[in-house]
Nanobody
Framework: QVQLVESGGGLVQTGGSLRLSCAAS????????MGWFRQPPGKEREFVAAISRSGDSTDYGDSVKGRFTISRDNAKNTVYLQMNSLKPEDTGVYYC?????????????????WGQGTQVTVSS
């Protein structure tokens, strides 16, 4: 199994950028495909981005495509989410997740492990 800890959230103005990190422990992140999900206030958790085990394949939710970039540094056992051109609707708790498959997925129920979440707030 793997333990995931997100960091890097905070308060940013519309149009700004944040870089989230997800540090893995217990088992190397190379064993998993990885994903990011978010939960806006009062809403259900939704898909943001995913990356395959090797890092050669990525996928993004329509609302973040072209603005967010998921990446991984397997040597550091960490996955990242670079968020640019942030909008107020990007506000929410962002969760890192790990899937016991080399292939990335946008489905929450296909992920096996979850971090505690990190708050991102975009002000206007």
């Amino acid at each position: 199994q793997v333990q995931l800890v997100e960091s890097g959230g905070g308060l940013v103005q519309t149009g700004g950028s944040l870089r989230l990190s997800c540090a893995a422990s217990g088992r190397a992140v190379t064993s998993y495909s990885m994903g990011w999900f978010r939960q806006p206030p009062g809403k259900e958790r939704e898909f943001v981005a995913a990356i395959s085990r090797s890092g050669d394949s990525t996928d993004y939710g329509d609302s973040v495509k072209g603005r967010f970039t998921i990446s991984r540094d397997n040597a550091k056992n960490t996955v990242y989410l670079q968020m640019n051109s942030l909008k107020p609707e990007d506000t929410g708790v962002y969760y890192c997740a790990a899937r016991s498959s080399p292939w990335r997925s946008s489905r929450q129920d296909e992920y096996d492990y979850w971090g505690q979440g990190t708050q991102v707030t975009v002000s206007s």
